[in-house]
Nanobody, 116 residues
C-alpha cells in the first residue's frame, strides 16, 4: 500500500518554529509535484506550500510567504515544511499530498497548535 505519513507537529508559542516531515512508502514520489495543505477547526482544507518534482520551483499561500519553506529529498522520498515565526492562525492539522492532491494519498496529518 502507498502511504504518506506526516510528522513533526506539536504545540509552540507564537514566534516559534517547527519542521514538519512527510515520508512516503509503497512507491516513489520523485517525479510528482508535492504540497502541504492544512485544515483549521471549522474550515476547509487549504493549500500551504508546494514544490515541483525537483524542488527547484516552489509556491506558497500568501499567508505563509516569507515564514514557511518547503523542501524535498527525492532520494529519501521525503518532503519537509520549515515553519518559522508561527502565528496562532497557523493552528491546524497539516497534510502532505501530491499536487494536485489525490484522495487516496491523504494521511492522518500532524497537528500544529500555536498559542499566543
Amino acid at each position: 500500500q502507498v502511504h504518506l505519513v506526516e510528522s513533526g507537529g506539536g504545540s509552540v508559542q507564537a514566534g516559534g518554529s517547527l519542521r514538519l516531515s512527510c515520508a512516503a512508502s509503497g512507491r516513489t514520489f520523485s517525479t510528482n509535484n508535492m504540497a502541504w495543505f492544512r485544515q483549521a477547526p471549522g474550515k476547509g482544507r487549504e493549500f500551504v506550500a508546494g514544490c515541483n518534482w525537483s524542488g527547484s520551483i516552489t509556491s506558497y499561500a500568501d499567508s505563509v510567504k516569507g515564514r514557511f519553506t518547503i523542501s524535498r529529498d527525492r532520494a529519501k522520498n521525503t518532503v519537509h515544511l520549515q515553519m518559522n515565526s508561527l502565528k496562532p492562525e497557523d493552528t491546524a492539522v497539516y497534510y502532505c499530498n501530491i499536487n494536485p492532491p489525490e484522495w487516496r494519498y491523504w494521511g492522518q496529518g500532524t497537528q500544529v497548535t500555536v498559542s499566543s
